[in-house]
């Protein structure tokens, strides 16, 4: 008896009235729609669970109070024309701290003119040039106070006169460097060669430089000459595309914007400068299983001839420089709410069905209206 007073008073709130099975009509659009609401339902929900499944990345910035350890720079380059013993990579940053012709981290491939490999190894790099090792050379004046007493080669005269402090506008002059012209037996433009490999540097601006020719230093100097005769200059070309270039570790969904870059010389003596900006990035996985520190970079490409009479200074080549932002950021995945995946389900269901009784109920009233005007017609 206390249930079915308890049922009697509760009856009045039931929001969902119920009708007789007798009079309920069932419509051929009724199931057309139900049909299509039906379909329109399985998949909204098994988008919404796929999207459930996946994680979602929170980004989160702040000051990088970090600046010690090392920058490491990915880098897959190859250069059509230019041959593998006349490319060398070096980075200078800032401080005046200087790498020069990297070889221990980055490796030389021989390719054709197109970017074929030509050989399955490295190989070893060739320098252009024959040094005389059972001869004295001439240093011009520069073994004078210093060091040196013989400059067999063309690299000799050039570090001798850094070591003097002289200025040196031309090699052309110079019995070693043209001897070397003319005894080298590599081309410098029936080959190509790529670079693969990194670099690890200091975390504070810089540069690094990919260009034909050797890296000479002097005391505090640095230069980067040419060990190519003057009027040949503009037979160096520089087109070069770019496999990969990146900072750091790679992480799920980072962009590399300087991925997939092909750059054409369309004459002599061009030099290509790509301009990065470094951002911090921590990336943490789910459940802090893992985190990485490294880096995401956005980057401003620039390119301009230095043949002869174009009032350019430069150096022929690919120049990358590099700055770190002070801003980190910080990327975390995390999984997705179980509360969102209910409440978007139920949206989903309730939604579609109300659309659907909205169209259903449009489409029969529809059809009785038009129904009703046919029977008139034929009755007068």
Not at 76 to 99: A, H, K, L, P, Y
Not at 240 to 252: D, K
Not at 331 to 357: D, P, Q
């Amino acid at each position: 008896m206390l249930i079915g007073r308890l049922a009697e008073k509760i009856r009045p709130f039931d929001a969902f009235s119920k009708t007789l099975d007798e009079i309920r009509i069932q419509t051929f659009t009724g199931g057309i729609v139900t049909i299509i609401c039906s379909g329109l339902m399985l998949i909204l929900f098994l988008s919404e669970l796929q999207h459930y499944q996946t994680l979602k990345v929170a980004e989160t910035l702040f000051v990088d109070v970090s600046r010690s350890g090392k920058l490491r720079i990915n880098l897959d380059i190859t250069f059509f024309q230019i041959s593998c013993g006349f490319i060398n990579v070096d980075v200078m940053d800032s401080s005046g701290e200087r790498i020069s012709s990297i070889e221990k981290t980055i490796t030389k491939h021989r390719t054709d003119l197109i970017g074929t490999q030509l050989e399955d190894e490295p190989t070893e790099v060739l320098q252009a040039g024959i040094q005389l090792k059972d001869q004295c050379g001439s240093c011009y004046g520069a073994e004078n106070g210093g060091h040196r007493k013989c400059c067999n080669s063309c690299e000799d005269i050039i570090s001798a006169y850094m070591e003097m402090g002289w200025a040196l506008k031309s090699t052309e002059q110079f019995e070693q460097c043209q001897r070397e012209q003319k005894e080298k037996h590599i081309s410098i433009n029936k080959e190509g060669c790529r670079l693969t490999g990194y670099v690890e540097v200091n975390k504070i601006q810089g540069n690094l430089h990919v260009a034909p020719g050797n890296t000479f230093s002097g005391g505090s100097s640095h230069s980067h000459v040419h060990n190519l005769i003057p009027y040949e200059a503009r037979d160096v070309n520089t087109t070069h595309f770019i496999h990969h270039f990146s900072y750091g570790e790679a992480y799920p969904g980072r962009v590399d914007p300087m991925d997939a870059i092909h750059a054409v010389a369309k004459e002599g003596a061009m030099m290509f400068s790509y301009y990065t900006k470094i951002v911090p990035t921590m990336y943490v996985s789910a459940n802090n299983a893992t985190s990485k520190q490294t880096y995401q970079y956005s980057v401003t490409t620039h390119k301009k001839s230095l043949a002869r009479g174009s009032g350019e200074k430069g150096l022929p080549g690919l120049f990358v420089y590099y700055e770190l932002s002070p801003i980190m950021v910080k990327m975390e995945e995390l999984y997705r709410s179980t509360m969102h995946f209910l409440t978007s389900c139920c949206a989903i269901i309730g939604g579609l069905f109300t659309v659907a009784g909205i169209i259903d109920a449009m489409i029969y009233q529809g059809q009785r209206v038009v129904s009703k005007r046919l029977h008139g017609a034929k009755g007068s």
